[in-house]
């Protein structure tokens, strides 16, 4: 009988894979200081005076956040989970939401972001990137990654600038930074806005500034796989008060506010959504906020290792992440004309020994029938052909991602804590088991429905 668990073998990962979510007392007792208070959300959707409030608070005992018992921003819990996030990342704002796609759209549209301006992002990311492209009926203009970190391609973003181009959505996928340097400079020499998508990268770094405080506005999400997590969240970070202000006016039914003293700029994407965030939820916040350094720890020492143990392996190669990033997911790299065994088959032996690999996102982005189609508000297809007579959306060949996800691409999820060095062993045990036994695979069939989809 084969030692490969696909063909009779015994698994070689028999202790549980642990998910990222790790709660304790601190957890417990802030969530139960919101229900022992009876406060499950303080904000207000009618002006308060902290409305105009800029500064960050402190982060000091509850009872010293919220002067008055409701208020436009929030209650004593969103007051102290702001504070403690714009204190981590050492930016002058931030302001939660209950989901990054929200902050994403916040953002654009406190940025001025509106109706048939272009926005240009990678055509690979979660769906949620260019979802929030779409909430203030702005055109995502789709461009390739660049081979060495998966993220946006500066020549290609340069390329696909048009008079419509108002900003930049930049993605920092798998905890790897996109080259924000060269970024910057094609943003301030066409005059665009820099928005930053953090959700896999809270606490990576570029020469020393984490990334989401380096472009206009940041946004990371607190969604249950996140490096820190509420269950759904998001936080948008900024030094821009205008962008703070406009913000959380849209977060918080903004279209109550105005007089008629406000100019019709101030107007501008003030439209009244609830994207407001709980008090229980940003009590866990606070909790996780303080184990978001070790959770980072954690990821980057169990990737250090697997990385190390996964070396060697003929058509795998890990991708190494630089002393200052931080791995969400641990991406490698496969060849299968190195091995003469199929990307699916390898995958399929390595979760039928325990280990639950991915080969990243199903299709890219860029080809969501949404997109493809152009359909999205009302049956006219806005905001594509409500950008004017004859308006054709510039498109893209992104040759580099398509051949990642279809070829390339597999990707480890659990690297988080409190897996550890013997997860991680156990982990490295089946790639050894998988990568020695390639030769009794050639004559495994294939299953295409192993993998969940056909391409």
Not at 86 to 91: E, I, L, N, T
Not at 105 to 126: K, N, Q, R, W, Y
Not at 344 to 366: D, I, K, N, Q, W
Not at 398 to 417: E, G, S, T, V
Request: proline share 6%; aromatic share 8%.
């Amino acid at each position: 009988m084969s030692n490969l668990a696909l063909l009779g073998g015994a698994k070689a990962v028999t202790l549980p894979l642990k998910s990222s979510v790790v709660i304790d007392d601190d957890e417990r007792r802030l969530v139960n200081e919101v229900l022992d208070r009876g406060e499950i959300s303080r904000f207000m959707g009618s002006p308060t005076p902290d409305i105009e409030e800029v500064l960050v608070l402190p982060s000091v005992e509850a009872e010293d956040y919220s002067p008055q018992y409701f208020t436009f921003l929030g209650g004593r819990m969103i007051r102290r989970f702001e504070a403690d996030a714009a204190r981590y990342f050492g930016v002058k704002y931030m302001v939660s939401a209950n989901s990054a796609t929200s902050c994403l759209s916040m953002a654009l549209a406190a940025a001025g972001v509106g109706p048939g301006d272009e926005v240009i992002t990678t055509c690979m990311s979660f769906n949620a990137t260019a979802m929030s492209i779409l909430m203030f009926n702005s055109i995502p203009v789709f461009v390739d990654v660049s081979a060495k970190n998966f993220c946006l391609d500066p020549v290609e973003v340069e390329k696909a600038i048009t008079p419509r181009t108002k900003a930049i959505l930049v993605v920092h996928l798998l905890g790897f930074p996109a080259d924000m340097n060269a970024i910057m400079a094609i943003a301030e020499r066409h005059s665009l806005v820099v928005i930053e998508d953090c959700a896999q990268a809270p606490g990576t770094k570029i020469d020393g500034r984490y990334v989401g405080t380096i472009g206009h506005a940041g946004i990371f999400s607190l969604q249950e796989t996140k490096n820190f997590q509420t269950g759904e969240g998001g936080l948008l970070a900024t030094n821009n008060p205008a962008i703070a202000r406009k913000a959380r006016l849209i977060r918080n039914h903004g279209e109550s506010v105005p007089d008629d003293t406000w100019s019709n700029e101030d107007l501008v994407n003030v439209v009244g959504f609830n994207f407001r965030m709980t008090e229980m939820t940003a009590a866990f916040g606070v909790g996780q906020m303080a184990k978001l350094s070790e959770n980072n720890r954690v990821r980057a020492e169990n990737t250090r290792y697997l990385t190390k143990a996964l070396a060697g392996f003929p058509g795998l190669l890990p991708v190494p992440f630089a002393a200052e990033w931080v791995p969400h997911i641990m991406p490698m790299l496969y060849n299968a004309e190195k091995t003469g065994v199929s990307r699916a088959l390898v995958l399929r032996a390595l979760r039928e020994e325990g280990v639950p690999v991915g080969s990243g996102y199903v299709r890219l982005m860029s080809e969501n029938p949404l997109f493809t189609r152009r359909v999205a508000y009302g049956r006219r297809g806005c905001p594509w052909t409500c950008a004017g007579e004859g308006y054709t959306p510039p498109t893209f060949p992104c040759p580099i991602a398509k051949n990642l996800l279809r070829n390339q691409f597999i990707w480890l999820y659990h690297i988080n804590r409190p897996n550890g060095a013997a997860e991680m062993e156990q982990i490295a045990e089946a790639f050894r088991k998988v990568f020695s036994g390639l030769t009794e695979l050639t004559n495994c069939p294939e299953s295409e429905t192993a993998l969940g989809y056909k391409w």
